[in-house]
């Protein structure tokens, strides 16, 4: 049988590639090799270095998370379990209670069903002002730093340290979308950079000044900064009631703090002029979210004009994250 062998740190973009081309042979199990992965393939593909391989069949009966849980967990808390999200070689899962005993269970599963993952975490209330969430190591290895990769940019972050979520990745893409060349950039909120670096990679805007609160975010965002070869993202470590009293008026305002970006709306109206805002927050209504903008922008005598909304994603039973843009002036 043949297969493709792909450097171990590339693996997870090459095994996207081969399965989105419809040529890995899902049937068979990926193989490791020193510093290589070896992707079972259906047919030759030019552009891989191409091996022989006696690739060992999937069991298909043990296919799924849920499948192989299902031998060690009652079913009644198998609905319970949510999916997991993979930062590189770290995942991080969120357990109600009651399968918080199951905990070593899960994680063992999630190693052998993903041989990329090389730690599991379970994932806590996310806390503070920093919003880094509590993390209990569950399987494998103990690494937080890790590097994800999404859309061609590198992110190198410690989960356990700064905050980061690769669910908004869809949503970092339609907003380098609407960046112009000329355009100044406020991420208000950067975390370790994914917006900025995002936009910075793909719409190359004139300048982007980042800030945010914690300074090992901000240590990130500059390795991010390098790993990605982007030199108009300009990092600042503090606190954005302040330090956007010190910029230029920015053309696009990202307001990445959904738990609290309400609290932050006044400095914005009272710092600028006009601009473009993309205002991230959690509401169980979106018509509740779009009267508060009204009702504060009112204020301090601005006009709305609301762009697009969206909701994000889902938080909680009832609320959801929003992103609201709007215009104002
Ligand atoms: N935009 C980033 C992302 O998508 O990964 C980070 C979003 S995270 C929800 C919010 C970030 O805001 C955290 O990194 C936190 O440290 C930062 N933060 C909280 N309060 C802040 C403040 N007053 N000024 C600047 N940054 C702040």
């Known amino acids: 049988m043949i297969g493709a062998r792909v450097p171990r740190l590339e693996a997870e973009k090459y095994r996207k590639i081969l399965l ?9 199990k990926i193989a490791y090799e020193k510093d290589y992965i070896l992707i079972p393939l259906k047919e030759e593909v030019s552009g ?13 009966r043990k296919s799924s998370l849920r499948e192989i849980l299902s031998e060690k967990i009652p079913s009644s808390l198998l609905l319970k379990l949510r999916a997991f999200d993979a930062i590189g070689n770290i995942a991080l899962i969120q357990l109600s209670d009651e399968l918080i005993p199951y905990s070593k269970i899960i994680g063992e599963a999630l190693l052998q069903l993903n041989p990329f993952i090389k730690a599991v975490f379970r994932k806590d209330s996310i806390e503070g002002e920093y919003r880094v969430p509590k ?13 994800y990769r999404e859309f061609g940019v590198r992110i190198l972050l410690d989960v356990s340290k700064v905050y980061f979520s690769p669910r908004l990745s869809e949503e970092r893409k339609r907003i380098a ?4 060349k000329d355009d100044i950039i406020l991420d208000m909120f950067c975390g370790v950079g994914p917006f900025s670096l995002m936009i910075s990679k793909k719409s190359d805007p004139k300048k982007i000044y980042a800030i945010d609160i914690n300074e090992t975010a901000i240590y990130y965002l500059k390795k991010n900064i390098a790993l990605n070869k982007t030199y108009n993202i300009i990092p600042i470590h503090g606190d ?6 010190k910029l230029e008026p920015p053309d696009r305002i990202i307001m990445n703090l959904p738990h609290s970006s309400f ?10 002029d006009r601009g473009i805002v993309h ?18 922008s009112n204020k301090y005598g601005k006009e709305i ?11 909680s039973p009832n609320t959801d994250i929003y992103c609201i843009d709007f215009d104002f002036s």
């Open 263 to 272: 609290e932050f709306l006044p400095d914005v109206f009272s710092t600028f």
């Open 177 to 180: 979308s609407l960046v112009r």
């Open 48 to 60: 891989y270095d191409i091996i022989d391989y006696e690739f060992l069949p999937l069991d298909k």
């Open 20 to 28: 989105e081309m419809g040529i890995m042979d899902i049937n068979y």
């Open 279 to 296: 205002f991230y927050c959690v509401s169980e209504n979106i018509k509740k979210v779009k009267e508060r903008i009204i009702e504060e």
């Open 135 to 147: 993390l209990e190591l569950i399987a494998g290895e103990h690494i937080t730093e890790t590097v």
């Open 305 to 315: 004009e609301f762009l697009s909304e969206r909701v994000v994603k889902s938080y």
């Open 240 to 245: 954005s009631r302040e330090e956007i009293k």
